[in-house]
């Protein structure tokens, strides 16, 4: 079946620095998306990205659909403490709704 | 309103027991789901509803038995789940239109349940 590859597994950076995270499938997807997810709450969506080549940002976060369609990457600016989550990338490649999940970025940031 | 609310926030039950979690959303979206997570995993996937029909069944046990009684509710009842079954129990919910909206789901705070 379909797998998202995201690296890193986990990051403890400085506050301040700047964060990069990426996923990459085997197949070519037709949606990508990123959430981040605090502890005992669901995850939240923050960029959707839909046509390769995209380039979105959302605030501090950028986010790009890779050129071949088999990747994506989230870039996190100048990283505050309320960034400290999981992040997971998702991505879909029928258009029915049924997401494929990355193993998620576990993302500390040190004040 | 763009929410997605889920009750019970937390849920103790015994194996023998009987019990429903239950998801909400009027945002007016057509599809609604449910996930099962682990710690530190990612979300799994159990049903999908389009249109208040279930659409997407991933072979989960029939001890979970979800219900979309219309378009803004959903629930999933429970009956002799096992200790393993304990997790965070996500509700989702998007558009539900082929295209750009429909995988755009926005997550309710989970039910977290466990199994004694």
């Known amino acids: 079946g379909q797998q998202l590859n995201q690296s890193p597994q986990s990051m403890f950076i400085q506050e301040g620095e700047d964060v990069s995270m990426n996923c990459t499938s085997s197949s070519i997807f037709n949606t990508w998306l990123w959430y981040k997810q605090d502890p005992g709450e669901g995850p939240v969506l923050l960029i959707a990205l839909y046509k390769a080549g995209e380039l979105t940002s959302n605030g501090r976060l950028t986010a790009q659909f890779g050129i071949t369609r088999k990747d994506s990457f989230l870039n996190i600016s100048a990283s505050i403490p309320s960034d400290v989550g999981i992040y997971f990338c998702a991505g879909d490649s029928r258009n029915t709704g049924k997401l494929i999940f990355g193993q998620g970025t576990t993302l500390q940031v040190k004040p | 309103d763009t929410e997605v609310t889920q009750t019970p926030k937390h849920l103790v039950m015994g194996m023998t027991n009987k019990k429903s979690l239950k998801c909400e959303q009027h945002?007016?979206?057509?599809?609604m789901y449910w996930y099962k997570q682990k710690a530190k995993k990612p979300p799994e996937l159990m049903f999908v509803y389009s249109y208040e029909k279930l659409s997407i069944n991933e072979s989960v046990p029939s001890r979970f038995s979800p219900e979309c009684p219309n378009s803004s509710l959903l629930n999933l009842h429970l009956h002799a789940l096992q200790p393993e079954d304990s997790a965070l129990y996500l509700c989702?919910?998007?558009?539900?239109?082929?295209?750009?909206?429909?995988?755009?789901?926005?997550f309710g705070p989970g039910t977290r349940l466990t199994v004694l």
């Open positions: 945002m007016g979206h057509r599809a």
């Open positions: 989702a919910s998007s558009q539900g239109r082929r295209g750009v909206s429909y995988n755009e789901q926005f």
